[in-house]
Nanobody, 122 residues
Framework: VQLQASGGGLVQPGGSLRLSCAASGFTLDYYDIGWFRQAPGKEREGVSCISSSDGVPYYADSVKGRFTISRDSAKNTVYLQMNSLKPEDTAVYYC????????????????WGQGTQVTVSS
């Protein structure tokens, strides 16, 4: 299972971006999908995850109230809407999945792929 994250870019503090996570050859609806990020010199951290069974979203405390994860089944895509961006949100963002589910996202070790760079700077 390989996912591709896209939609990153350069945005000013307070701005917004929407990241997309797409897959080919399988249906994302059947999988828990997580967003992760890694800033320079820091470990990769979980940002958000959406359950396949009930659509329940999970968020890291640092992004609660600012980020929203959602699915578009017709487009076979999971989105991460990021509002009120801060410089500390600067990182490479990845999407991933694992059969263990969102509750165990901290243990996931998928093929991370290239990710998409998000830079928040004035």
């Amino acid at each position: 299972v390989q996912l591709q994250a896209s939609g990153g870019g350069l945005v000013q503090p307070g701005g917004s971006l929407r990241l997309s996570c797409a897959a080919s050859g399988f249906t994302l609806d059947y999988y828990d999908i997580g967003w992760f990020r890694q800033a320079p010199g820091k470990e990769r951290e979980g940002v958000s995850c959406i359950s396949s069974s009930d659509g329940v979203p999970y968020y890291a405390d640092s992004v609660k109230g600012r980020f929203t994860i959602s699915r578009d089944s017709a487009k076979n895509t999971v989105y991460l809407q990021m509002n009120s961006l801060k410089p500390e949100d600067t990182a490479v963002y990845y999407c991933a999945t694992d059969s263990s589910g969102c509750l165990y996202a901290a243990t996931w070790s998928p093929d991370w792929g290239q990710g998409t760079q998000v830079t928040v700077s004035s």
